[in-house]
């Protein structure tokens, strides 16, 4: 399984940009990037995807790096209720729907 | 349309006693995976099912079991259950299974706790 690193915890302020970093230099070319964030006592849920060029939608912003080794999330507005863990998830072997959660980015928002 | 359900939602049992939680995917999700998550261990796989067949087990011993019914419903099960079985096991559904990509959307977990 290919393998993302991220830093354990970032700060911000609410209604600034946030930028979540991810390395995942052993993805493949044909891979996708997905992105889960686990808000407290509830169950991960679904940020956005990408492939090759960049993502949006209503949650957030997903910046592929032209090489594919790395990626960043963008809030581009946090709120407090964006105070969660991020996962970079790398994408599960084909056929597979396995996701692999590392330890994830534990985002703190300061109102 | 109703998201993922588990139930129980909390649940107490001592050492040795077995448990079977249950998963009820969105309607017309036809795979189901399952995660064990701990303070220590962080979220680690258990299987995932489709059309009633695990298709992929994480590393866990025998004890961890699980079916997938055809209505997709699934249940899991721990025997002879020891203290570090104490975790959340969320349960994921996904339309379905073998693409480059199909988001799975996760329940509200079952909190087991083993004395």
């Known amino acids: 399984d290919a393998k993302t690193t991220q830093p354990n915890s970032m700060e911000s302020n609410e209604e600034e940009p946030v930028h979540l970093p991810c390395n995942h230099s052993?993805?493949?070319?044909?891979?996708?990037i997905h992105w889960y964030r686990q808000l407290p006592s509830q169950g991960p849920e679904y940020v956005i995807h990408?492939?090759?060029s960049n993502v949006n939608n209503r949650m957030a912003s997903l910046a592929i790096a032209e090489d594919r080794k790395s990626s960043t999330l963008i809030l581009h507005r946090a709120t407090l209720r964006d105070a969660a863990v991020y996962y970079c998830?790398?994408?599960?072997?084909?056929?597979?729907?396995?996701?692999?959660f590392g330890q994830g980015t534990r985002l703190t928002i300061n109102p | 349309k109703a998201g993922v359900t588990q139930t129980p939602r909390y649940l107490i049992k001592t050492r040795g006693q077995q448990v079977t939680l249950s998963c009820s995917p969105i309607?017309?999700?036809?795979?189901v995976s399952w995660y064990q998550q701990t303070p220590g261990q962080g979220l680690q796989f258990l299987f995932e099912?489709?059309?009633?067949?695990?298709?992929n087990k994480g590393n866990f011993p025998g004890r961890f079991s699980g079916r997938q019914f055809s209505n997709s419903r699934s249940e899991m099960n721990v025997s002879t259950l020891e203290l570090g079985d104490s975790a959340l096991y969320l349960c994921?559904?996904?339309?379905?299974?073998?693409?480059?990509?199909?988001?799975?959307?996760f329940g509200p977990g079952t909190r087991l706790t083993v004395l």
């Open positions: 309607s017309g999700h036809r795979s």
């Open positions: 998830i790398p994408p599960p072997f084909r056929g597979a729907q396995k996701l692999v």
């Open positions: 099912y489709f059309s009633e067949t695990q298709r």
């Open positions: 994921a559904s996904s339309l379905d299974y073998g693409g480059p990509y199909n988001e799975q959307f």
């Open positions: 990408g492939l090759t």
């Open positions: 052993t993805i493949s070319g044909t891979d996708y």
